[in-house]
């Protein structure tokens, strides 16, 4: 079945530096991605629509300046949080749709990247 | 807009009872719902789906658009069921899935 990869699975870093996360369709191709985060004991937070071959769609809230999304092929969608901050400490998820269409709207998680902003 | 509501933040049943998650949704076209689940430690995984119809890991959701309901259930819970649930929707198109707030199930031996 489809299989989505995020790297690196846990990351810290000192405030101030950049960060960034990869996700990766491995085994079908991708035109959209979807970038989560996810708060202790909460839900899934959209934070942006990653595109390839063009801009990120962010939702409402979101600073496309804190958080560069690049999605540069259709199969590798990323997310850079730009000097980091304690409050940026969260679970990061991103999600693909397969660009068959065979899996209707069904999205493929990958398993999430924990940042630790010290 | 497009909203989901899941009312329990928590429900705990016996092993062997009866579970029902509760899921209502916003949407004013044609909707698709899923429910998502989250296993200890693992990745969100989708459980299933109303245009499917079927029955995964004996859980079923039945779609009730006059109710704008998409409950899952399952007749007899089992303690490998505890994890948490997130019923999401979504429509056609390359539009983001909508998550509700997530229940956890806890199933009690």
Redo the contacts between chains.
């Keep these: 079945g489809a299989v989505v990869s995020q790297h690196p699975s846990w990351v810290i870093c000192k405030s101030g530096t950049s960060v960034k996360i990869e996700c990766r369709s491995l085994d079908f191709q991708a035109?959209?991605m979807?970038w989560y985060r996810q708060f202790p004991k909460?839900?899934?937070m959209?934070m942006a629509?990653s595109?390839e071959g063009s801009k990120a769609t962010y939702e409402q809230g979101v600073e496309k300046d804190k958080f560069l999304i690049n999605h540069a092929s259709l199969t590798l969608s990323t997310l850079t949080v730009t000097s980091a901050h304690p409050e940026d400490s969260s679970f990061y998820?991103c999600?693909a749709?397969d660009d068959t269409g065979s899996g209707?709207?069904?999205?493929?998680?990958?398993?999430?990247s924990r940042l630790t902003v010290l | 807009a497009q909203r989901v509501t899941q009312p329990e933040k928590l429900l705990s049943v016996f092993k062997g009872a009866p579970v029902e998650l509760k899921c209502n949704y916003s949407y004013s076209g044609s909707p698709?719902l899923?429910w998502?689940v989250q296993y200890s430690r693992?990745?969100?995984?989708?459980l299933l789906?109303h245009?499917s119809r079927e029955s995964i890991k004996g859980f079923t959701a039945d779609l009730n658009k006059g109710e704008t309901s998409f409950h899952l259930k399952k007749p007899f819970a089992q303690e490998e069921d505890s994890a948490m649930y997130?019923c999401a929707l979504?429509?056609?198109g390359?539009?983001?899935?909508?998550?509700?707030?997530?229940t956890r199930l806890s199933v009690i031996a």
Excluded at chain 1, 104 to 112: K, P
């Design positions: 035109t959209t979807f909460q839900s899934l959209l629509t595109n998820i999600s749709r209707a709207n069904v999205l493929t998680f990958g398993a999430g | 698709e899923f998502y693992q990745r969100l995984q989708l789906r245009i997130y979504g429509n056609s390359n539009t983001p899935l909508v998550f509700g707030k997530g």
